[in-house]
């Protein structure tokens, strides 16, 4: 049988001769080949017939980490620390959730990945956490910090999906956000939180493999809990091949 084929969002950026380039992590693709995966990049710029066809080819979708939703599309708090934005990543994005949902097509979210699937399904984002959330502990732990470096301990929701991939009820993880889950709609449920309650990952409702967890785990290589995680997305795209 051959590996389930997992299409990755990629990220832009305007290079020095004012051409935008993609950019995606390598340890996205990585964690992709060890899970059993053939990953394929995902550049913005699609329409939805684009989109759906795309669905019909691929076998899951990975949304990756980047720069910040426009928080226009889910009428959100204007803040000078939003960067990065891209209408057509938001775009991609956002429609490959709502159509993969509608089709049942496996996807995972990371970071950025589980706020674009908390916004595609109606819900909202704190748009920055320092300033809207004075009280809460620090999640934004980058640049000048190894994207490996555990940040905090999430507590997981007994009988959620991502209880049964990591086997745990408390998970150790990196933080690299300035953004959190504010308002998370009904269709998702709220299954991990940090120690200051916020949000950390969403599951879909009635959905084969809808998964967003607010971490980086394609850097946290040497724990088998959280790529356990990229293993559940391979072979839930297995089982629907």
């Known amino acids: 049988m051959p590996s389930p084929i997992i299409g990755i969002t990629a990220g832009r950026n305007l290079s020095k001769t004012l051409v935008y380039e993609h950019t995606l992590s390598d340890m996205y693709v990585q964690a992709v080949l060890r899970a059993g995966g053939t990953p394929v990049i995902l550049p913005a710029g699609l329409d939805a017939s ?26 959100g708090q204007p803040h000078p620390n939003v960067y990065g934005i891209d209408h057509e990543r938001d775009f991609l994005e956002i429609e490959l959730v709502r159509q993969a949902s509608r089709v049942q097509k496996p996807f995972l979210g990371i970071c950025r990945g589980a706020q674009v699937i908390n916004v595609a399904l109606g819900g909202t984002l704190y748009t920055d956490i320092g300033a809207q959330l004075p009280d809460a502990e620090r999640h934004d732990l980058y640049p000048n910090i190894p994207r490996d470096k555990i940040a905090h301990h999430v507590r997981i929701q007994n009988g959620s999906l991502l209880r049964k991939l990591t086997e745990t009820a408390e998970l150790a993880v990196n933080s690299l956000h300035h953004q959190g889950l504010e308002q998370v709609p009904a269709y998702l449920k709220p299954i991990a939180h940090a120690a200051d309650g916020l949000v950390e990952a969403i599951e879909l409702r009635d959905h084969v493999f809808g998964l967003g967890v607010q971490w980086h785990p394609e850097w946290l290589v040497e724990s088998s809990a959280n790529q356990a995680i990229f293993r559940g997305l391979v072979q839930a795209a297995e089982d629907h091949l």
Not at 52 to 71: F, K, M, N, Y
């Open 50 to 75: 684009q989109v759906a066809s795309l669905l019909e080819t691929l076998d899951g979708v990975l949304l990756t980490g980047g720069g910040d939703i426009d928080p226009a599309i889910f009428n």
